[in-house]
């Protein structure tokens, strides 16, 4: 590792080593569930009592009677929701719990006379509020869209829990009715009315208490998270942003992926001293950065160490994408964290570039077919465009962006022709038709990002669909090409995961073990295009930087894997509206670092 990185051994033997769960918050948690689960369960199966757990049934919260089955099933399910903020240690779910602990103990001997029961929900009580200073987690950035998608996944789950209370009492159920009257009698007593189903006894009473109990929990939760105040995902403010850039001017030529920390949807923690700073955002309760941290070396440690008393404050998983080797080692040797080669980063020398020689052939005599097919190209930075084509060539990223959700978070600024990124670089193919299309003769787009003063790093890359196969080619080619008159010597084009597996893999003599490892990358390349990302960015004959993820535990492994695919836009969890109920947030990744899947293929 280059030299002049202090070390910080005692640094990495205290905090730093994350937010791992402490025992007693997962322990509290674990009760919960279990808790929960037996309560619904009572509140659910009329004859769970007389089952084999009939002991540990008789000391559960409430009766089993129409207001005790009401009763048992609420604290059920609340407790279920409460116990994974439990285990992450967060304030407000203590308090929720510190609350609805006593109200059932309340409930067992009003209701049921049980002793027992009252002090088996104390019992649980107690080892909240003896270890209260292990439950102080700050809650997660919010928005009241997560209401809406509370009342739907509540009403699906207590349609489903509706349709089992319906069902489990067929004794006494009077008739045979049919799903679709038992579908009406769970939504009917879902907002508290009788439905066509009915029983024998005191059943009906217990039904309909029951359903009324999961409609009441989804409208409380539902009106709790619509009216509480909102508290959205941090964003860069312009004196962040103004720092960064200052950062970015001294040290940006360290790391290719330096100015894509000017998206304007991450956060940011800087060191004490100001030198350094990480930036990240927080998808599904993790901490997610990207690159290195931006500034002078010798103050990473103080930005890593405050990442991760971020994360510790707020009980996210830190990780973090797509570091280089040098970041790699100060995040492992600063926190303790693992570190995995995720893939490498395909970076061209301007200096040993030429079309030249058997390698290039085929790069070659794509260019040159293009080229007499009538196509031109120009390169340029932003500041030398004029606004009306600043404005065409908007427009014309966004209508041929190739998927209906925008893509990008590590690799991509997630905006062009902004006046503050005067250094970016815009190439862009023409051809005179007939017949102009929306855009003029445009017919596809490259955008760089500055890697300090002497390289770029490729941003997106857009083009006509009607266009001639090879544009990316030709706008790489010509870039390169128009490099030196720009004082670039160096190009970082796309980042391709798990390329040493894939060459590795090919090659004469590989194992089992390997080939098997290729064989499920090429499989799942037919959705995430792994392969033809390597094999187009490798046309260029580029050298290999190694990229890679830094994590807690191997166990964190799939939850950060899942948080990145959301954070680039390859999974979203957003449910779908309407285009015209749509809001357009405030700028969003325009495009990932990797070529659209759809131009690789046409490449």
């Known amino acids: 590792m280059s030299g002049g990185v202090p070390s910080r051994a005692s640094n990495a033997r205290r905090v730093l080593r994350g937010p791992r769960p402490e025992v007693v918050p997962v322990l509290v948690a674990r009760a919960c569930y279990l808790v929960g689960v037996l309560d619904v369960a009572a509140g659910v199966f009329p004859r769970f009592r007389h089952s084999r757990m009939h002991t540990i049934a008789e000391v559960l919260p409430g009766a089993f009677g129409p207001f005790a089955a009401a009763l048992s099933l609420s604290a059920g399910v609340l407790l279920l929701l409460l116990a994974h903020g439990l285990k992450r240690g967060k304030r407000r779910a203590w308090r929720a719990a510190v609350a609805l602990l006593p109200a059932g103990a309340v409930a067992q001997f009003v209701y049921r006379h049980s002793i027992i029961g009252m002090v088996i929900s104390l019992a649980l009580l107690a080892p909240l509020l003896r270890h209260r200073d292990q439950f102080k987690s700050l809650p997660d950035p919010r928005s009241r869209w997560r209401a809406l998608a509370n009342f739907v996944l509540m009403g699906a789950g207590s349609l489903v829990l509706g349709l089992i209370i319906v069902s489990v009492h067929p004794n006494r159920m009077i008739g045979d009715p049919s799903l679709a009257d038992r579908i009406t009698h769970v939504l009917y007593g879902l907002f508290g009315f009788e439905g066509p189903v009915d029983y024998q006894g005191n059943t009906s009473w217990t039904v309909g208490f029951s359903l009324g109990a999961l409609g009441l929990l989804t409208a409380v939760t539902t009106i709790y998270l619509a009216f509480r105040p909102e508290h959205p995902a941090a964003r860069l403010t312009p004196d962040d942003e103004e720092h960064l850039r200052a950062l970015l001017e001294k040290h940006g030529g360290r790391d290719s992926l330096g100015h894509f920390a000017l998206r304007r949807d991450k956060a940011v923690v800087f060191s004490p001293s100001g030198k350094a700073a990480v930036t990240y955002r927080v998808v599904s309760g993790v901490m997610l950065a990207s690159g290195d941290p931006i500034g002078d070396v010798e103050a990473w440690p103080g930005a890593i160490e405050r990442f991760m008393d971020e994360a510790k404050a707020h009980s996210w998983t830190p990780a973090v994408m797509g570091c ?17 080669e995720l893939g490498d980063e395909a970076v061209v020398d301007v200096a040993d570039f030429s079309l030249a020689g058997r390698a290039m052939r085929n790069v070659r005599q794509m260019v040159k077919r293009i080229e007499r097919a009538g196509y031109e190209t120009r390169v340029r930075r932003v500041r030398d465009l004029g606004e009306a084509e600043l404005e065409r060539i908007r427009r014309a990223a966004e209508d041929w962006r ?6 990008g978070f590590s690799m991509a600024l997630g905006r062009i022709g902004d006046p503050s990124d005067g250094d970016c670089l815009i190439a862009t193919a023409h051809k005179v038709d007939d017949q102009p299309g929306e855009f003029g003769d445009l017919k596809a787009i490259l955008h760089f990002v500055p890697w300090g003063t002497d390289g770029v790093s490729l941003d997106l890359m857009r083009r006509d669909r009607s266009a001639d196969p090879g544009m990316n080619e030709l706008l790489i080619v010509a870039a390169l090409q128009a490099a030196p008159k720009l004082g670039i010597t160096r190009v970082s084009l796309n980042f391709a995961m798990f390329r040493s597996a894939l060459a590795r893999g090919e090659k004469i003599g590989a194992g089992p073990v390997l080939r098997a490892w290729r064989g499920l990358l090429v499989f799942l390349s037919r959705w995430f295009q792994i392969e033809s990302l390597y094999k187009f960015n490798a046309k260029f004959c580029p050298r290999w930087e190694p990229r890679f993820v830094v994590y807690r535990a191997s ?10 695919m959301q954070a680039e836009g390859f999974v979203n969890l957003a449910l779908p509206l309407p285009r015209f109920l749509r809001r357009r947030p405030s700028p969003q990744p325009v495009c990932t670092h990797a070529v659209a899947e759809r131009d690789v293929r046409a490449a």
């Open 324 to 340: 280089s080797e040098t970041g790699g080692e100060v995040w492992t040797r600063e926190t303790g964290l693992d570190a995995l």
């Open 402 to 407: 190739g998927t209906d959700t925008e893509r």
């Open 555 to 564: 166990a964190d492994l799939p939850r950060i894997g899942f948080a990145a």
